[in-house]
């Protein structure tokens, strides 16, 4: 079946520092990849998405290339802000089911 | 536009207990999911609905009951409480066509 792995957490980070999280991802046909983000108390808000083989999704200065190659959708910022403290769930979706990663907690320090 | 409410925001039962968790939403989307969020183990997939009166079991069904007989309204039941049901539980709506799943805020269930 359909499954996602993200790299293992917590990730701490400094303010301004360069973010990577990886996602790989295993699937029959064509999915749409996504990710989530969640926010403290909150539910998950869609934070960008692809659709197709080498789309680039962005949103908020978070990018993720989907690389049919190589399976992933690696989520990445230049420079990330104490604001983007959060849990990130890569997902996939084929058919009407949405399959997620275990998500990463990022903790950006001032 | 309210989107996915979900209530009780917590709630607390003692095994054995039932209860059901409601899920609305008022965006007229086809589909409804219920998911399960625990740590380490992202979210899975407990009851979905493609359409009033449709349900199908997910990942992890076992436990737990749903109906379908509105649009608006998909409500998780939990017929017999048990400890390994302390989670956080989200339910989701999407339209036909659309991947973007839209999530209500999640309810935090302990079973004591």
């Known amino acids: 079946g359909d499954s996602v792995t993200q790299m293992e957490g917590p990730v701490t980070l400094s303010e301004e520092a360069f973010l990577t999280i990886n996602c790989t991802y295993t699937?029959?046909?064509?999915?749409?990849l996504f990710w989530y983000v969640q926010y403290p108390g909150e539910g998950l808000q869609l934070l960008l998405k692809?659709?197709?083989?080498?789309d680039k999704g962005s949103n908020k200065g978070f990018e993720a290339t989907y690389r049919k190659e190589t399976t992933s959708f690696h989520l990445e910022k230049g420079s990330v802000q104490v604001s983007d403290s959060a849990v990130y769930f890569c997902?996939?979706?084929?058919?009407?089911?949405?399959?997620f990663g275990e998500g990463t907690q990022l903790t950006v320090n001032p | 536009n309210a989107g996915v409410t979900q209530t009780p925001k917590f709630q607390v039962l003692k095994t054995g207990q039932s209860m059901t968790l409601q899920c609305a939403q008022d965006?007229?989307?086809?589909?409804m999911s219920w998911y399960r969020q625990d740590p380490g183990m992202g979210l899975r997939l407990i009851h979905y609905?493609?359409?009033?009166?449709?349900?199908d079991q997910g990942e992890v069904p076992n436990g737990y009951n749903v109906s379908r007989s509105t649009t608006e309204d998909f409500p998780l039941r939990l017929l017999s409480a048990a400890p390994s049901q302390t989670s956080v539980y989200f339910c989701?709506?999407?339209?036909?066509?659309?991947?973007?799943?839209?999530f209500g805020d999640g309810t935090r269930l302990s079973i004591l």
């Open positions: 989701a709506s999407r339209q036909a066509g659309d991947a973007i799943q839209h």
């Open positions: 699937a029959t046909g064509y999915p749409s």
């Open positions: 692809a659709t197709k083989a080498d």
């Open positions: 997902a996939l979706t084929s058919g009407s089911r949405l399959t």
């Open positions: 965006m007229n989307h086809e589909y």
């Open positions: 609905s493609v359409g009033a009166g449709i349900t």
